[in-house]
């Protein structure tokens, strides 16, 4: 059940902002093998000058194009990550026309007790998932 937290420069439109996330949901579903169902997901968008995001001295050119996105999953194999970075970088650059200069991603890892879906339980704690 990962959440997929987007943030980006305004200016995107609805059709384009909904492309990203299409997009970034179908290779999260291929690489971390989870039901297609399992679709939380959030965009935060920042004026010019909110978001810094330099290059790490690694040579990247960043536009205002540039995503940063915040995976919160339970734990994935370190085959599992790097197949879902390199699939979200190809089909975001086919789909969106996105740079693979312009994606940072960022996974951060939680356990079991970290998720609730409503009603005040941990459902993967009560075995309800």
Same mark, same amino acid.
């Given at each position: 059940?990962?959440? !997929?937290? =987007? *943030?980006?420069?305004?200016g995107r439109t609805? #059709?384009?902002l909904?492309?990203? !996330? *299409?997009v970034?949901?179908? @290779?999260?579903v %291929?690489a971390?093998?989870?039901?297609f169902?399992?679709?939380y ?5 920042? /004026?010019p000058? #909110?978001?810094?995001l330099? *290059? $790490?001295g690694?040579g990247?050119?960043r $536009?205002a194009?540039v995503?940063l996105l915040?995976v919160?999953s339970?734990?994935r194999s370190?085959? %599992?990550k790097?197949a =879902?970075? /390199?699939?979200? @970088? #190809?089909?975001?650059q086919? @789909?969106c026309?996105l ?14 007790a970290?998720?609730?879906f409503?009603?005040? /339980?941990a %459902? =993967?704690l $009560?075995g309800e !998932?």
């Open positions: 059940m990962p959440l !997929l937290k =987007f *943030d980006v420069i305004h609805d #059709e384009q909904r492309t990203l !996330l *299409d970034a949901h179908q @290779a999260m %291929q971390f093998d989870v039901p169902s399992d679709r997901q959030s965009v935060t968008q920042h /004026r000058g #909110e978001l810094i330099h *290059d $790490t690694l990247y050119t $536009t194009q995503v915040t919160v339970r734990p370190e085959d %599992q790097t =879902f970075y /390199r699939l979200l @970088a #190809e089909r975001l086919a @789909a026309d740079s693979p200069d312009d994606l940072i991603v960022s996974l951060v890892q939680n356990s079991d970290d998720w609730s409503g009603g005040g /339980r %459902q =993967f $009560t !998932l």
